[in-house]
Every structure is written in structure tokens, then in C-alpha cells.
């Protein structure tokens, strides 16, 4: 299964489109959270999904899934790399009125050598890498976030407060 989820505050037409499209054309299952509609924001046709899910039902969501495909929304990237999913990510575009500020085009950009995380730019890109994501099968060859600290991330912090 595929999990879209694009945050609660603000419709995602571009991204919720392009995997609308794409479920049009494939037998995979796919469930999206949408959060926030307008009354003219793109509704799928093609795949099930809810406005809201608790935050037990997104847990599970993303524990079946496959691949997460969501925002560029740190929420959804750290839940993604915590359970060891791979993650296709689609930054919102403040320049489009996706979003207040471009700061998701920032994340993205952060994220993008990140094992585990793919980004697509545009919608356009959405259906072409779903497709080569699934066929790698990235989730069981990638591990989840260690609830641990790495030892360098350790040894960074304790050299930047001794400096201090």
C-alpha cells in the first residue's frame, strides 16, 4: 500500500493529482490523508481517503505502507526514516499559493541525499519515480532512525558546549 499524506493545514492538488493519476493507471492500493479541502480541491477518483485520520490510524497507515509519498513536511520525513519507509517527498510551492513560504523547497533541498528520501520537483515526476521506488523495493533494504544519538552526532554537541 501506498500512504499520501499532505499535512492537515492546506490542500496539496498538485501532489494529490499526480497520484490520483497514477493510481488511475495501477492495481496498488493507495490511501491518502488530505487534511484541510476547499470546496474546489481535486477529490480523488482513483484511491481511497479521509480529510482527518487519528494519529493511531496514521501510525498504522505508515507501518503497512510500502512507500510514503507526502509534503516536504518534517513530520512526515522523520516518520518516515523513524519506521524505516522510504519517502517521496514533493515540496509545496508558496509561489503557487501551496503554502506561505518556500521554506518546504529549503527541506527538500536538505533532505535530498538523505538514504531513504526521494524528491520529486515537480507533479510531473510523481508517477515515474512511485513506479521505480516500488520496483527497488527500498523499504526492506533500509533501516529505520536509531532512537539513539550517533556517537558523532554526541561528540559534535559535547565539542561545541566545551568550546563555549
Same mark, same amino acid.
Given at each position: 500500500m501506498i500512504f499520501l499524506t499532505i499535512g492537515t493545514q492546506e490542500p496539496f492538488d498538485r501532489?494529490?493529482?499526480a497520484v490520483d493519476d497514477w493510481a488511475a493507471a495501477h492495481d496498488v492500493p493507495v490511501f491518502g490523508q488530505l487534511g484541510a479541502l476547499?470546496? %474546489?480541491s481535486h477529490r480523488p477518483a482513483h484511491f481511497a481517503w479521509e480529510q482527518f485520520i487519528s494519529a493511531d490510524v496514521y501510525q498504522e497507515k505508515l507501518q503497512a505502507c510500502r512507500l510514503l509519498v507526502a509534503h516536504a513536511g518534517m513530520g512526515s520525513i522523520i516518520s518516515a526514516l523513524t519506521w524505516g519507509k522510504p519517502v517521496l517527498i514533493m515540496p509545496r510551492? =508558496?509561489?503557487l499559493g501551496e503554502h506561505r513560504? %518556500?521554506?518546504?523547497?529549503a527541506t527538500a533541498e536538505k533532505f535530498r541525499h538523505r538514504p531513504g528520501v526521494h524528491v520529486a520537483? %515537480? =507533479?510531473a515526476d510523481v508517477g515515474g519515480m512511485i513506479d521505480r521506488l516500488l520496483q527497488a523495493d527500498t523499504a526492506a533494504a533500509q533501516?529505520?532512525?536509531s532512537p539513539e544519538a550517533s556517537p558523532e552526532l554526541i561528540a559534535a554537541l559535547r565539542g561545541f558546549i566545551q568550546a563555549r
Amino acid at each position: 500500500m501506498i500512504f499520501l499524506t499532505i499535512g492537515t493545514q492546506e490542500p496539496f492538488d498538485r501532489l494529490v493529482k499526480a497520484v490520483d493519476d497514477w493510481a488511475a493507471a495501477h492495481d496498488v492500493p493507495v490511501f491518502g490523508q488530505l487534511g484541510a479541502l476547499k470546496p %474546489e480541491s481535486h477529490r480523488p477518483a482513483h484511491f481511497a481517503w479521509e480529510q482527518f485520520i487519528s494519529a493511531d490510524v496514521y501510525q498504522e497507515k505508515l507501518q503497512a505502507c510500502r512507500l510514503l509519498v507526502a509534503h516536504a513536511g518534517m513530520g512526515s520525513i522523520i516518520s518516515a526514516l523513524t519506521w524505516g519507509k522510504p519517502v517521496l517527498i514533493m515540496p509545496r510551492r =508558496a509561489s503557487l499559493g501551496e503554502h506561505r513560504n %518556500e521554506h518546504q523547497l529549503a527541506t527538500a533541498e536538505k533532505f535530498r541525499h538523505r538514504p531513504g528520501v526521494h524528491v520529486a520537483w %515537480e =507533479a510531473a515526476d510523481v508517477g515515474g519515480m512511485i513506479d521505480r521506488l516500488l520496483q527497488a523495493d527500498t523499504a526492506a533494504a533500509q533501516g529505520g532512525l536509531s532512537p539513539e544519538a550517533s556517537p558523532e552526532l554526541i561528540a559534535a554537541l559535547r565539542g561545541f558546549i566545551q568550546a563555549r
